[in-house]
């Protein structure tokens, strides 16, 4: 009598089970019905929301992926950070069935203009122009090889450190290793030279840009050279 008690109840327990398990798998397998975009910081430039749905449309069939299927949704986010102008993707699934991505996009440092234009950001990616967004950063006319992208970067980073820079530095050259600068409030060249003694030679254009703005008139030089120690030699 016992024993069929027991069974009963391993029956039930058993039908119970099932129950769960099965509904459980019914939740997993139920699919998307809405989906939404985000992004890092309300930051987007290169990117808005329908170009992002366009690119899940592309390559993702969404309408057939499950709200627990994490393999999908991992593909999602590997997918999108090939394109060059993501940093970083996130995807998640709410228990509503709503997708949301989460776009990080990269931030140029620097815009390379010769044979091929494009943007660069601090990994050295490659960042391809916009037609809709042109980013406020130095310009660089060149054709840069990859090594020297890289040391364009360092530049670049010193530049963004010091605020004088920062707001002044439009353009950048490299000609027989030597830089040149175009600054913004002021009409001379600036031969820079290596990158080495960086700080020294801010410091002595900092104070010859100080000097001239407490002049009433600027004199008309078209060339300014910080590459020697101690000196700033000035040229018509």
């Avoid at 994490?70 to 940093?87: M, N, Q």
Wanted: glycine fraction near 4%.
């Amino acid at each position: 009598m016992k024993l069929y008690k027991y069974l009963g109840l391993f029956s039930v327990l058993s039908l119970l089970l099932g129950l769960i398990l099965f509904s459980q798998w019914k939740y997993d397998q139920r699919k998307i019905e809405r989906l939404e975009v985000t992004f890092a910081n309300y930051k987007h430039n290169f990117l808005n929301v329908e170009m992002v749905d366009k690119l899940l449309i592309q390559n993702q069939p969404l309408a057939h992926i499950g709200v627990k299927d994490t393999l999908a949704l991992s593909s999602i986010e590997a997918e999108l950070e090939t394109y060059d102008v993501i940093l970083n993707a996130e995807v998640f699934m709410s228990t509503a069935k709503q997708l949301t991505i989460r776009v990080e996009e990269r931030t140029p440092l620097l815009r390379i203009i010769g044979n091929e234009s494009f943007y660069v950001d601090i990994d050295a990616v490659k960042i391809p122009l916009s037609d809709h967004f042109s980013a406020h950063v130095p310009l660089f006319f060149g054709n840069p090889r990859d090594e020297k992208i890289e040391e364009l970067i360092v530049l670049i980073q010193k530049v963004n450190k010091d605020e004088f820079l920062k707001g002044q530095i439009i353009e950048i050259e490299n000609k027989n290793s030597k830089y040149f600068f175009k600054m913004r409030s002021y009409g001379f060249l600036v031969e820079w030279g290596s990158l080495g003694s960086f700080d020294q030679k801010l410091v002595k254009l900092k104070t010859f840009c100080k000097y001239l703005d407490s002049m009433e008139e600027h004199p008309n030089f078209t060339k300014i050279n910080l590459k020697y120690n101690q000196q700033v030699i000035a040229s018509s």
